[in-house]
């Protein structure tokens, strides 16, 4: 019986510790790892190592999100972040526009694949599901 207290309150002060630690961790949004590379690589490299514990956390989430947007930004060519037309391009197409992502499949794939994990509140804010939904033309979307 004592024994058994023993391992209770062992066990109790554990998850005590456990929660407090984790509670005292200040989750980042999808846009701030956008903003901070750095910290974002070594949350990715921290998730990639430990996948058990820490793939389906908020933060693994936010920075594999944040990646995917980073490199659908390189792939339309924006450099600034998709949604805002680049001045280099003397203000044609908004790079965000279906016609522009038609002709970057690559683009188009990252960022549908980035969606496909969102749900629908996240997709509007995001602004650009749509429009790679509308590049697939009337017969594929989906």
């Not at 974002?40 to 594999?64: F, K, S």
């Given at each position: 019986?004592?024994?058994e207290l023993r391992y209770?309150?062992?066990f109790l002060l554990l998850a005590a510790?456990?929660?407090s630690a984790a509670a005292g961790e200040e989750v980042r949004g999808v846009e701030w790892y956008r903003q901070h590379p750095t910290e974002r690589a070594a949350v990715t490299r921290r998730c990639v190592d430990?996948?058990?514990q820490l793939e389906r956390t908020a933060d693994c989430i936010n920075a594999e999100r944040a990646s995917?947007?980073?490199k659908a930004d390189a792939?339309?060519?924006?450099?600034s972040g998709l949604g805002r037309t680049p001045a280099r391009r003397g203000g044609g197409l908004?790079?965000?526009s279906p016609e522009v992502l038609a002709a970057n499949p690559e683009a188009r794939r990252m960022i549908l694949g980035l969606c496909a994990r969102m749900t629908a509140e996240q997709q509007a804010a995001y602004g650009l599901c749509?429009?790679?939904r509308r590049s697939l033309g009337p017969a594929r979307r989906t």
């Amino acid at each position: 019986m004592q024994r058994e207290l023993r391992y209770l309150s062992l066990f109790l002060l554990l998850a005590a510790s456990v929660a407090s630690a984790a509670a005292g961790e200040e989750v980042r949004g999808v846009e701030w790892y956008r903003q901070h590379p750095t910290e974002r690589a070594a949350v990715t490299r921290r998730c990639v190592d430990n996948p058990g514990q820490l793939e389906r956390t908020a933060d693994c989430i936010n920075a594999e999100r944040a990646s995917l947007a980073a490199k659908a930004d390189a792939m339309a060519g924006t450099g600034s972040g998709l949604g805002r037309t680049p001045a280099r391009r003397g203000g044609g197409l908004e790079s965000t526009s279906p016609e522009v992502l038609a002709a970057n499949p690559e683009a188009r794939r990252m960022i549908l694949g980035l969606c496909a994990r969102m749900t629908a509140e996240q997709q509007a804010a995001y602004g650009l599901c749509e429009p790679a939904r509308r590049s697939l033309g009337p017969a594929r979307r989906t």
